[in-house]
């Protein structure tokens, strides 16, 4: 609610669009955590935040599976973003975005539809999605 709030003036009505589609989405994206087990059914501790990319993290998991042969996967926790994600992060993703569409001269030539398409996902993946709230401006 706090949300619809932070965007409820007549200046905000593009933002407060964007809000409704992301909460619309919340219901429909979650993340995945997977444990990995070894042949002797011990987890084998993986931090993915560790990694650069899932490329590094892929050749990682592909070396430890040459070592050892055989590996397991078993989902642990199914974390639904309805619950986990909250109005702070929601406010500053739809600020974040929305001024980078905005600043970056985005608006000229991607319209909204494009925007909440490309600019305004606050996800690509069923991976954790990160706190930082930040956007780098392509130029």
């Known amino acids: 609610m706090s949300v619809i709030l932070e965007f409820n003036k007549p200046e905000d009505s593009i933002k407060l669009h964007a809000t409704y589609s992301l909460i619309v989405n919340l219901e429909n994206n979650y993340s995945i955590r997977t444990l990995i087990y070894d042949s002797n059914g011990r987890v084998i501790g993986i931090d993915p935040m560790e990694f650069l990319n899932y490329r ?54 991607y319209d909204f539809n494009t925007y909440c398409n490309f600019i305004f996902p606050y996800r690509v993946t069923k991976t954790l999605r990160t706190n930082s709230g930040k956007l780098e401006r392509i130029k």
């Open 56 to 109: 590094s993290f892929k050749k990682y998991k592909d070396s430890v599976k040459l070592v050892l042969e055989k590996i397991s996967y078993k989902t642990d926790t199914i974390l639904l973003d309805s619950v986990r994600i909250n109005s702070e992060f929601i406010i500053n993703h739809i600020n974040c975005t929305y001024n980078s569409w905005q600043n970056g001269e985005w608006d000229t030539v």
